[in-house]
């Protein structure tokens, strides 16, 4: 009878214990693994959150700077052809440099009113461009200043070619700006300018 009860005693307990087993620990093995995984994808995404986070930092300290560039670039080749500032900058370095400016002129553009079959003009490889041709008359040391003035100019001038045209002076000697007193006669500078063109593939458009 003794040894009955304690058979069934037995049995019970390893009853108990596998119920145990399957219903409680495997249960929670299963489950801590669970949070150890998801434990350490959120370890790694916070480590890439944080490497995200220095380089803005570090980004944000460079604002300033690349601002100032931005800003540069813009003075350099603006949004738009911006004609009438365009017009004044070109008279105001010709007053500066001393030369009297007789004429701007500008060719029709080779593709002018030419578009696609779709009616849309095909998207350009870089900035527009304005080709001027100067007409100036002035001594040598004043075109030479037009030139180093145009060259130095926030928007960005290409002087494709100058052809110069000298004539004796009234009188002999040297001009109050101490070059030669020559003046130049017939004087045609051709210069290129740019602008972004809406239509281009460039970053500044």
């Avoid at 495997?26 to 790694?44: D, F, G, M, P, Y």
């Avoid at 300290?61 to 540069?72: D, H, S, Y």
């Avoid at 002018?112 to 350009?124: C, I, Q, S």
Wanted: proline share 5%; glycine share 8%.
């Amino acid at each position: 009878m003794i040894r009955r009860i304690a058979i069934i005693a037995g049995l019970v307990a390893v009853v108990l214990l596998v119920g145990w087993y399957e219903g409680i620990y495997k249960s929670e093995n299963a489950r801590i693994s669970t949070l150890n995984v998801k434990a350490q994808a959120a370890a790694q995404q916070v480590a890439v959150l944080e490497a995200q986070y220095t380089r803005l930092v570090a980004s944000e300290k460079m604002v300033p700077a690349e601002r100032a560039v931005l800003a540069k670039l813009t003075r350099m080749v603006p949004n738009d052809p911006e004609l009438d500032s365009l017009e004044k900058v070109i008279f105001n370095l010709a007053a500066q440099s001393g030369v009297q400016l007789k004429t701007i002129q500008s060719p029709q553009p080779a593709n002018f009113g030419v578009g696609d079959v779709v009616g849309e003009p095909a998207p350009a490889s870089g900035p527009a461009q304005i080709s001027l041709t100067l007409g100036v008359a002035g001594s040598a040391v004043q075109i030479e200043h037009l030139y180093k003035s145009l060259d130095a100019n926030a928007r960005l001038f290409v002087i494709d070619n100058c052809t110069l045209s000298f004539g004796p002076a009234s009188a002999p000697g040297t001009s109050s700006n101490g070059g030669s007193n020559t003046d130049a006669s017939g004087v045609q500078i051709d210069i290129r300018t740019f602008y972004a063109s809406p239509n281009a593939n460039t970053a500044a458009s």
